[in-house]
């Protein structure tokens, strides 16, 4: 039984509603922020400067400055000053290495020594208080890097 042409076009609409339901469906779980992630930094305590691993980025007059090799200064700070958490209970089994990720906060003298589990999305206070980074937030807080490091 050879199918018309109006029935292909049927299936073809019904096909393309359903992967763009599915898609739309997808595409809001995955940007869904939890209800328990709370803001880093605020207005009493906001992000001064940051060093992550060896490059770093500083608040100088309006704007924020950035180590050189960063391409994506603006980006990157705005990333990191929004930045929301979830706290939760120790993990266990962390397969990757920590980087160091040291935070000044303004008008705080003393920096404070984090450390941020990049692939699990997992921040370690020097309290040693654990928090989760939502997976929307996190490829922005990776800084974009010049091909030609000098």
């Not at 469906?25 to 691993?53: K, M, S, T």
């Not at 309290?127 to 922005?140: D, E, M, V």
Request: net charge negative; glycine share 4%; with cysteine.
């Amino acid at each position: 039984m050879a199918l018309t042409r109006r029935k292909w076009n049927n299936i073809i609409i019904f096909a393309s509603i359903a992967m763009v339901a599915i898609l739309t469906f997808l595409e809001g779980h995955r940007q869904a922020i939890p209800e328990d992630a709370q803001p880093l930094f605020d207005q009493q305590a906001p992000l001064f400067q940051l060093q992550y691993d060896d490059l770093w980025l500083a608040q100088q007059g309006f704007g924020w400055q950035c180590d050189p090799q960063v391409l994506n200064c603006r980006q990157w700070a705005e990333a990191w000053s929004g930045i929301l958490v979830s706290p939760i209970a120790k993990p266990t089994g962390i397969s990757t290495p920590a980087h160091e990720l040291v935070i000044q906060i303004r008008d705080i003298e003393t920096p404070q020594l984090w450390l941020i589990y990049p692939e699990e999305g997992l921040l370690s206070s020097p309290a040693g208080n654990w928090y989760r980074i939502p997976p929307s937030l996190r490829p922005s807080l990776q800084p974009i890097l010049r091909l030609d490091n000098p």
